[in-house]
Nanobody, 115 residues
């Protein structure tokens, strides 16, 4: 059974930083494009950042220049470094792995930005 396990969330002050990690198991990690999404109550899940199997990255306009996605293929792990956090970044963050039409999701992790 494929598992994507997120960690690193929590409560942070505005302007602070967090790094999310997503450890993947039971997939050939190097073949998958990976991504981070987020969702707040009553809203649709939205894309935050993606990184392809080849390392190309893309970001939502709202997080560009503040967030950085990266992957460590040796550790089967994808990261999201989040800097200059704002209250509007508060959400449940989900890790995603996709290859062709096969999609896997993590269970989600809460990030709260508040003073």
């Amino acid at each position: 059974q494929v598992q994507l396990v997120e960690s690193g969330g929590g409560l942070v002050l505005p302007g602070g930083s967090l790094r999310l990690s997503c450890a993947a198991s039971r997939i050939t990690f190097t073949l998958y494009d990976m991504g981070w999404y987020r969702q707040t109550p009553g809203k649709q899940r939205e894309l935050v950042a993606t990184i392809t199997s080849g390392g190309a990255t893309d970001y939502a306009a709202s997080v560009k220049d503040r967030f950085t996605i990266s992957r460590d293929n040796a550790k089967n792990t994808v990261y999201l470094q989040m800097n200059s956090l704002k209250p509007e970044d508060t959400a449940v963050y989900y890790c995603n792995a996709v290859r062709y039409k096969v999609n896997y999701w993590g269970q989600g992790i809460q990030v709260t930005v508040s003073s």
